[in-house]
């Protein structure tokens, strides 16, 4: 099947900073990506779709100026999360659809002290 | 978001019993997808179901998609400790609006040797 990847897959900063996290479809091209956000046992729940070439499209109550998105090719979707929290902290998986399906990359975890 | 019912919640078997769990809608899709999440790894995708009535194996795994199109169930045959994970269902209208994947509240096996 195809292959997403994700980076880095862990990453601890401090409350304030940014943090930027790329998603790569390794071979295959992807116009669409999307990205989640995943509480300890609890399902995937999507942030935003990410459109290569134009503006992301985000989820009700997703802020799109704290999740910044920028898929500037078919093959890399990057999101920043920008003055990070604490309760930013959690478990952020990007997947890149094929044709009706869509693959997931290994996830990142985010730690915000 | 819209989620879609998943069940059952947890099973916890004996190695080499069959496993059964299903998911329902309140809508109808057009494309029903089976991931299998590990601890701290991204869904990999176990089955994809693209026609109402649709009989798909993979391997120990076979899945349907329900003439309704609102439904859809995976069983496990055999099963053995590496099974163990997090099943997630996944349902999805592509070409349409929304053109979203909603997820399946996930099914947790663990599985006795």
């Known amino acids: 099947g195809a292959v997403v990847s994700q980076h880095p897959s862990r990453v601890i900063c401090k409350s304030g900073t940014s943090v930027k996290i790329e998603c790569r479809s390794l071979?295959?091209?992807?116009?669409?990506m999307f990205w989640y956000r995943q509480f300890p046992k609890q399902s995937l729940m999507l942030m935003a779709t990410?459109?290569?070439?134009?503006?992301?499209?985000?989820e009700q109550g997703v802020e799109k100026d704290k999740f910044l998105i920028n898929h500037a090719s078919l093959t890399l979707s990057t999101l920043t999360v920008t003055s990070a929290h604490p309760e930013d902290s959690s478990f952020y998986i990007c997947?890149?659809?094929?044709?009706?399906?869509?693959?997931f990359g290994p996830g990142t975890r985010l730690l915000v002290l | 978001g819209q989620q879609l019912n998943q069940s059952p919640q947890s099973m916890f078997i004996q190695e080499g019993e069959d496993v059964s769990m299903n998911c329902t809608s309140s809508?109808?899709?057009?494309?029903w997808l089976w991931y299998k999440q590990d601890p701290g790894e991204g869904p990999v995708l176990l089955i994809a179901?693209?026609?109402?009535?649709e009989l798909t194996s993979n391997g120990r795994l076979t899945a349907q998609f329900g003439i309704t199109r609102k439904d859809s169930f995976l069983n496990i045959s055999a099963s053995i400790p590496s099974d163990v994970g997090i099943y997630f269902c996944?349902?999805?209208?592509?070409?349409?609006?929304?053109?979203?994947?909603?997820f399946g509240t996930g099914t947790l096996l663990a599985v006795q040797p």
């Open positions: 990410s459109n290569e070439g134009s503006k992301a499209t985000y």
């Open positions: 997947s890149a659809r094929e044709g009706w399906t869509q693959y």
């Open positions: 179901l693209y026609k109402a009535g």
């Open positions: 071979d295959f091209q992807a116009t669409t």
């Open positions: 996944a349902g999805q209208n592509y070409g349409g609006a929304t053109n979203k994947l909603i």
């Open positions: 809508s109808i899709f057009n494309t």
